[in-house]
């Protein structure tokens, strides 16, 4: 799989069924080259205006599943995430 064909998919959290968006970036170990986290950049402000929330990153043990459309991961929300809207 490529990182075109998983930033295709959708980012779904397993327990509230939430989508968090779709991945745009992988963090690699150094030491051993593989991939510690996903990144998610934060939601635009009034159309990108006012820049970007700030990003969401998502440990790769935290993946559950890749499925053909979807990630479902298994992973909590900072606070600030939970109470703001997501599309």
Same mark, same amino acid.
């Given at each position: 799989?490529?990182?075109?064909?998983?930033?295709?998919?959708?980012?779904?959290?397993?327990?509230? %069924?939430?989508?968090?968006?779709?991945? $745009?970036?992988?963090?690699?170990?150094? *030491?051993?080259?593989? +991939?510690?986290?996903? /990144? @998610?950049?934060?939601?635009?402000?009034?159309? %990108?205006?006012?820049?970007?929330?700030? $990003?969401?990153?998502?440990?790769?043990? *935290?993946?559950?599943? +890749?499925?053909?459309? /979807? @990630?479902?991961?298994?992973?909590?929300?900072?606070?600030?995430?939970?109470?703001?809207?997501?599309?």
């Amino acid at each position: 799989m490529t990182l075109y064909e998983l930033h295709a998919k959708d980012v779904i959290q397993n327990k509230t %069924g939430e989508k968090l968006g779709r991945i $745009d970036d992988l963090v690699f170990s150094a *030491d051993t080259a593989q +991939i510690e986290k996903a /990144v @998610l950049r934060g939601r635009p402000r009034c159309f %990108g205006l006012f820049g970007r929330g700030p $990003d969401l990153e998502i440990p790769w043990g *935290d993946v559950k599943t +890749i499925g053909t459309d /979807v @990630l479902i991961v298994d992973t909590e929300l900072p606070p600030e995430e939970r109470s703001r809207p997501r599309w």
